[in-house]
């Protein structure tokens, strides 16, 4: 039989965190994360027109899309079993990957 050594992944996480901490984080995504990023979604679709008008407004749409982001904040520090502080040192960071595809027209 094999050894069970090997180079195959590895099963910890960066975080200093344990399962409890992946607990915690899961029922934070499901009990609050998830609400607060629906209201913040609505508000965010209301009022994103308006910030051509008014570009000031642009600060509250912001705001609502990092509450919109919250889900990902919770989801990551799941995955990664974070603390509290970790998440908290980490939340400026934490933003969703996107890809954004701009093409140039020649004129």
Do not use: H
Not at 23 to 33: G, K, P, S, Y
Not at 42 to 62: E, H, K, N, R, S
Not at 67 to 91: D, P, R
């Amino acid at each position: 039989m094999a050894s069970g050594e090997g180079s195959g992944g590895s099963t910890e996480t960066s975080g200093s965190g344990g399962i409890l901490w992946q607990i915690i984080w899961l029922i934070l995504l499901v009990l609050a994360a998830i609400w607060v990023s629906w209201f913040c979604a609505w508000w965010y679709a209301m009022l994103i027109p308006f910030t051509v008008c008014l570009p000031p407004m642009a600060a509250v749409t912001d705001i609502l899309l990092r509450g919109i982001q919250i889900t990902y904040v919770c989801a990551k520090n799941m995955v990664e079993a974070n603390t509290f502080a970790e998440a908290w040192n980490s939340y400026p960071s934490a933003v969703p990957p996107t890809v954004l595809m701009v093409s140039q027209s020649s004129g």
